[in-house]
């Protein structure tokens, strides 16, 4: 089981504040440094304000040296596909072949009305045209041109330049929907993400995926099949009392609903996790100061981890 630290600097993250933890993610052995790719927090103030992911994600790529970076999830509405080919090409040549590409269909329309982003209604096939260009635009040769005519994007004779470093980055699609998702997941992604699902959801949702996968006449077991949740670790009750706190949580709830308790109490649930076919855990950390928090998942839960 690989852990990945998983950040939400929407609610309110300097970019020297990202730095400090994509550093502490890969000083203290975790898989990658994630961030969630939103313009408005939700509930807060969310100051200083919004810091662009692929932006941040530049910036950390020649910060750091081994860890994965990536985006949970991109929003098919903030870029045009071809723009978002170039930005995620350069930024994962600047990273030596180091980025991940999680896209999805966007879904917040508050922020899009914050900062004048038009917000469809027909988002999901956008979505699906999103996912055709961009990695169509990866695989065409070099030298060759890439040409696509649909119903919301149209390219003509592109260069499809430039490549990534990788031949291609991984691509993640998440979500609960039942049949699109699936479907969308068993022709595009190398990795299936549920972000803040029960053990029964993960059970029904990743049964689907691999359903889906073996209708389009590919392995299911080609796909890495993962989870996000929310992370609250202590020593002690006391310690997990206060984290809690911090995030404006219930220790309860967050028991409940993610991976909170004890060192080993977080190991037994994240088993629970790998029984169902997850191989990756994204841990929410919400508050981006804790450093300690950090050190304390490494040594006491990722080593427990085979």
């Known amino acids: 089981m690989e852990?990945?630290?998983?950040?939400e600097p929407q609610q309110g993250a300097s970019y020297e504040q990202l730095l400090a933890v994509a550093r502490a993610t890969e000083d203290l052995d975790f898989g990658a440094f994630f961030r969630s790719d939103h313009y408005l927090a939700m509930g807060g103030d969310g100051l200083p304000g919004p810091t662009d992911a692929w932006i941040t994600l530049a910036g950390l790529a020649r910060e750091t040296s081994r860890i994965r970076l990536g985006t949970l999830m991109t929003a098919a509405t903030f870029r045009l596909p071809g723009v978002l080919a170039i930005q995620v090409a350069q930024v994962d040549a600047m990273s030596g072949g180091r980025v991940e590409l999680g896209l999805g269909a966007g879904w917040f329309e508050a922020e899009h009305t914050a900062y004048g982003i038009p917000f469809p209604k027909e988002k999901f096939p956008r979505l699906e045209e999103q996912l055709e260009i961009v990695t169509g635009l990866w695989a065409t040769p070099v030298g060759e041109t890439f040409s696509y005519s649909g119903t919301h994007y149209t390219l003509t004779d592109s260069p499809a330049l430039p490549k990534p470093a990788q031949p291609k980055p991984p691509v993640l699609i998440g979500g609960l929907g039942a049949t699109r998702t699936p479907r969308l997941a068993a022709r595009f992604a190398d990795e299936f993400n549920l972000p803040f699902a029960?053990?029964?959801?993960?059970?029904?949702?990743?049964?689907?995926?691999?359903?889906?996968?073996?209708?389009?006449?590919?392995?299911?077991?080609?796909?890495?099949?993962?989870?996000?949740?929310?992370?609250?670790?202590?020593?002690?009750?006391?310690?997990?009392?206060?984290?809690a706190e911090a995030i404006g949580r219930e220790p309860a709830e967050l028991r409940a609903n993610g991976l909170a308790g004890t060192p080993d109490e977080v190991v037994e649930k994240i088993g629970r996790y790998a029984e169902l076919g997850a191989s990756r855990v994204y841990l929410q950390i919400l508050d981006l100061s804790d450093l300690d928090h950090l050190e304390l998942i490494s040594s006491r839960v990722r080593t427990q981890l085979s």
């Open 3 to 7: 852990l990945r630290i998983f950040t």
């Open 198 to 243: 029960s053990l029964e959801t993960s059970a029904e949702q990743f049964g689907r995926v691999r359903e889906a996968a073996e209708k389009a006449g590919r392995s299911p077991d080609d796909l890495i099949y993962s989870n996000a949740l929310v992370a609250c670790v202590g020593r002690d009750e006391a310690e997990i009392a206060r984290r």
